[in-house]
């Protein structure tokens, strides 16, 4: 029980600081969006689970914890790139699609 | 309260996210990355909290996990309606 534990904490700290890598590697505001918001998500769900491994009698506040998590993070995301893209900043094209309008 | 050694490792793991997550807070270009970099620190920490009940026993931190969670979604929105503007 506590090694299973233990792997799943592993994986998601390993997801979140592969988030926080795409957070540097990234080339846009967008881009960044998505890799520290998707991945930073994932992470946090394997910790919980992790945790709630180790401490069964904790899963009412881990669950509550669990869908805020799920529940704050594509509202404030998407918030996020809905007032980057009304403040002007343009993604970043690659390759040709000049007729494209966001 | 002896961690294991995959425990620290997860901590390592922990520590490089929040590192690499302060380089982008500090050098963003734009006000909206450094929006981003905070958000994700908000989860990392989120994380971070939850860890530390785990590792001290008591299940007090969770409900401060869930407080600074809460805290850091209202001022993430702010923060993004006021990059925003009210310009139409």
Redesign the interface.
Do not use: P
């Given at each position: 029980m506590?090694?299973i534990g233990?792997?799943l904490?592993?994986i998601?700290?390993?997801f979140?600081?592969l988030?926080?890598?795409g957070?540097?590697r990234m080339p846009d505001?967008y881009n960044?969006?998505q890799a520290?918001?998707k991945a930073?998500?994932l992470?946090?769900m394997s910790?919980?689970l992790?945790?709630g491994f180790?401490?069964p009698d904790?899963w009412a506040?881990?669950l509550?914890?669990a869908g805020?998590?799920l529940f704050?993070?594509p509202?404030?995301?998407s918030?996020?790139a809905?007032?980057?893209l009304?403040?002007g900043?343009e993604p970043k094209r690659v390759g040709e699609s000049p007729e494209f309008k966001p | 309260m002896t961690l294991s050694l995959l425990q620290l490792i997860a901590v390592a793991l922990l520590v490089l996210a929040i590192g690499l997550s302060a380089v982008r807070l500090f050098l963003g270009p734009s006000t909206p990355d450094r929006v981003v970099a905070a958000d994700t620190l908000a989860v990392i920490t989120t994380a971070g909290l939850v860890g530390l009940a785990g590792a001290f026993d008591n299940p007090i931190y969770l409900d401060i996990a869930l407080v600074y969670g809460t805290l850091a979604f209202v001022g993430t929105v702010a923060v993004a309606r006021a990059i925003e503007g009210n310009r139409e």
């Open positions: 506590n090694l233990d792997i904490l592993v998601g700290c390993a979140i600081a988030g926080s890598l957070l540097i505001v960044r969006l520290g918001t930073a998500t992470g946090a910790v919980l992790g945790i180790h401490h904790w506040k881990l509550v914890i805020f998590v704050t993070n509202v404030g995301s918030t996020i809905r007032a980057s009304k403040a900043i | -």
